[in-house]
Antibody, heavy 117, light 110 residues
Framework: QVQLVESGGGLVKPGGSLRLSCTASGFTFSDYYMSWIRQAPGKGLEWFGFISDRGDIAYYADSVRGRFTISRDNAKNSLYLHMSSLRAEDTAVYYC??????????WGQGTLVTVSS | QTVVTQEPSFSVSPGGTVTLTCGLSSGSVSSTYYPSWYQQTPGQTPRMLIYNTNTRSSGVPDRFSGSIVGNRAALTITGAQADDECDYYCVLDLGGGTVLFGGGTKLTVL
């Protein structure tokens, strides 16, 4: 079955950087676009980016553009999120999700990123 | 700035029918925006219910259905059950790499 497992979350200081990983299994990873979605504590969901199946195209929401970079390694069935210039408002649970027919059909369990001094 | 709008809260009686809607701050929602719907119980990972306006995800009971009603996307739940009480989010893919979540609707079953 489809499984997505995020890792790499933790506590980081404002202005710092962090890289999240998402390891996929149970499907042909290289056939699918992949997305990142986050949820701040007690708040709603926010889509903020996705990457094409070959990794040659990535789209970002205005809230993260220029600070976050999405990449992937299809040989390792892995998706990455490099976050820099982190702010307190980036504190959230970060989910990776498979993107299919313009929707996120399978989600990981999420990893918590806390930005605080 | 375009915003996807949802009712902040809604209540339904057990066994009743409820329709949650999803609109755009500017313009109408159509199937060209591929509306999708997600269910999230507190502390849990969201689960996709509906994609491409009205296609149920695998394993989703047919009590859940999606449609376009007027100028909004809609999620209808028939025969509401206690465990339907949670948050529901819609998503619109506006194209050009712009994907927006609605603010979510908190559904109460009582």
């Amino acid at each position: 079955q489809v499984q997505l497992v995020e890792s790499g979350g933790g506590l980081v200081k404002p202005g710092g950087s962090l890289r999240l990983s998402c390891t996929a299994s149970g499907f042909t990873f290289s056939d699918y676009y992949m997305s990142w979605i986050r949820q701040a504590p007690g708040k709603g969901l926010e889509w903020f980016g996705f990457i094409s199946d070959r990794g040659d195209i990535a789209y970002y929401a205005d809230s993260v553009r220029g600070r976050f970079t999405i990449s992937r390694d299809n040989a390792k069935n892995s998706l990455y999120l490099h976050m820099s210039s982190l702010r307190a408002e980036d504190t959230a649970v970060y989910y990776c999700a498979r993107w299919r027919v313009r929707a996120s059909d399978h989600w990981g369990q999420g990893t918590l990123v806390t930005v605080s001094s | 700035q375009t915003v996807v709008t949802q009712e902040p809260s809604f209540s339904v009686s057990p066994g009743g029918t409820v329709t949650l809607t999803c609109g755009l701050s500017s313009g109408s929602v159509s199937s060209t925006y591929y509306p999708s719907w997600y269910q999230q119980t507190p502390g849990q990972t969201p689960r996709m219910l509906i994609y491409n306006t009205n296609t149920r995800s695998s394993g989703v009971p047919d009590r859940f259905s999606g449609s376009i009603v007027g100028n909004r996307a809609a999620l209808t739940i028939t025969g509401a059950q206690a465990d339907d009480e949670c948050d529901y989010y819609c998503v619109l893919d506006l194209g050009g790499g712009t994907v927006l979540f609605g603010g979510g609707t908190k559904l109460t079953v009582l």
